[in-house]
């Protein structure tokens, strides 16, 4: 069982930067795929960013490629997502996610296994 909590949500003007955290307990590092995904009110899901843990494999939407950056860090358990130049679109609730699963798997939106409770991340123009 995986258990994902997420932190670092909060208001931010456009232009500003963010930093999410998401605390991992209970997956094994090697064949997994950890991400972010977002969803507005009456929005579906956007697989915004992943990475494969086994090789640390990178993968981001158009809508955020150049201006956020998944990163994880096997010791301490924990992955990151920095969030720069932010827009007013990317208002949203975010959630850290994880799947066992191959590589060619591990795209911006699987079919995820495990998620977190959600961050509220709200951007003012």
């Known amino acids: 069982q995986v258990q994902l909590r997420e932190s670092g949500g909060g208001s931010v003007q456009a232009g500003g930067s963010l930093r999410l955290s998401c605390s991992t307990i209970g997956y094994i590092p090697g064949y997994i795929c950890l991400g972010w995904f977002r969803q507005a009110p009456g929005q579906e899901r956007e697989g915004i960013a992943s990475?494969?843990?086994?090789?640390?494999?990178?993968l981001y939407a158009d809508s955020v490629k150049g201006r956020f950056t998944i990163s994880q860090d096997d010791a301490k358990n924990m992955v990151y997502l920095q969030m720069n130049m932010l827009k007013p679109e990317d208002t949203a609730m975010y959630y850290c996610?994880?799947?066992?699963?191959?590589?060619?798997?591990?795209?911006?939106?699987?079919?995820?296994?495990?998620r977190g409770q959600g961050t509220q991340v709200t951007v003012s123009s």
């Open positions: 996610a994880a799947k066992y699963t191959s590589l060619a798997d591990c795209t911006t939106m699987p079919t995820y296994s495990y």
């Open positions: 990475i494969y843990t086994d090789n640390g494999r990178e």
